[in-house]
Structure formats: structure tokens, C-alpha cells
């Protein structure tokens, strides 16, 4: 299976001499890429021609050959066969650090992305270890990140704020009106 393994979207320096993508052939066998496309959310894209990419093998795409330019912000890479059937793809929201990679941590082909902003590796494995600074979460395609439904505490709390806060203004009301507070407290009004 192919994967997107690895980019840099905001190096150190210049981005025309430090932006790359990766990829990773976690098969037992080569692969020949001719008529892949890599694309990027804005609809860019660049197609491979006659590249093939080994067993076990990284295929290293810098800038300088596939003319992509990764947004630092909210970007999107997808990867689409030969025959446009999305293969892989991979996301991050907000700014990437500067000088460090959305590394791939795992190779389970599910509907979840499973990277990390990390130090680069390009043309080999990533580095997985926890001494990295991690910037990123698994999060599910598809799926809005302020997607929140409320539990029962929640529930809970809120109706209890509310309860609080109307008989707060019940009690003001009945005491503030001379009737209401007689006729509730047994409180006598004095005539000056």
C-alpha cells in the first residue's frame, strides 16, 4: 500500500528549497506510480510519470520537482491512483511549526489520520519517539472538529444553573413588591 508519509510545509528558510512530500511503500513488492496524482486542497496537483517506488521503499518529492507550494495554515494532501481512486490523504488545522514535518505514526489503512508534527526524515522512516514535541492529535475524517454534544453532567449543570438563577429572581421580585413579600413572607409595610 502506498502512503503519504511525511511533508513539510514550513521549513526553515526559504520554502522553495525546503517543502517536500514523501511517500511510502509499505508492500512486499516495487510500484510503479506512472499516472498518480498528488493534489492539494486549492486543487493543485502534480502527476507522476514513470517513477517507481520500492518495496519498503520512500519516494522523496521536493519542491523543486512537483512545483506544489504547501500552505502553512490548514492544508490538505491527497493521493489518487492511476485510475483517480483516492488512495491516501492528510491533513492538518491551524500553522505548522516551522522546521517541522507531519510525520505519519501509523500505517493502518482506517478513516483516521494518525500524524505528528516532528523532526524531518526525508527519504527515510520517521521518527516516532515521544521526545519530540507533539502538535498534533488523531482526529477522523470527515468528521467537524467542533462537533460537541452535550453529556448528562452537562445537562445537569446547565439545569441546575438555570433553576438558581430563576428562583434568585423569583425571591428579588416577591420581596421587592410589598404585596407579594406580605402576602408570601407575612411582612408588614410601615406607614412613616
Known amino acids: 500500500m502506498i502512503f503519504i508519509n511525511e511533508w513539510l510545509p514550513n521549513p526553515v528558510g526559504l520554502d522553495s528549497a525546503g517543502e517536500f512530500i514523501e511517500l511510502f511503500n509499505n508492500g512486499n513488492s516495487n510500484i510503479n506510480l506512472n499516472g498518480w496524482v498528488i493534489k492539494l486542497k486549492n486543487e493543485k496537483e502534480f502527476k507522476l510519470i514513470n517513477i517507481q517506488i520500492k518495496s519498503n521503499g520512500y519516494l522523496l518529492l521536493p519542491k523543486s520537482l512537483t512545483k506544489l507550494t504547501l500552505k502553512n495554515k490548514d492544508e490538505t494532501i491527497f493521493l489518487f491512483d492511476n485510475k483517480n ?6 491533513s492538518y ?27 524531518p526524515t526525508p527519504g527515510s522512516a ?67
Open 85 to 90: 481512486n483516492l488512495i491516501d490523504q492528510s
Open 126 to 192: 520517521n521518527d516516532k519517539s515521544l521526545n519530540i514535541q507533539l502538535y498534533s492529535f488523531t482526529h477522523p475524517f470527515n468528521v467537524p472538529i467542533n462537533n460537541y454534544s452535550l453529556n448528562f453532567l452537562d445537562v445537569v449543570i446547565i439545569f441546575f444553573g438555570v433553576a438558581i438563577f430563576i428562583i434568585g429572581i423569583i425571591s428579588y421580585t416577591i420581596k421587592k413588591d410589598e404585596n407579594l413579600s406580605e402576602f408570601f413572607f407575612g411582612r408588614h409595610t410601615k406607614n412613616s
Open 93 to 119: 488545522l491551524g500553522s505548522a511549526p516551522e522546521g517541522k514535518s507531519y510525520n505519519r505514526i501509523n500505517y493502518n489503512k482506517d478513516d483516521s489520520q494518525h500524524f505528528i508534527f516532528g523532526n
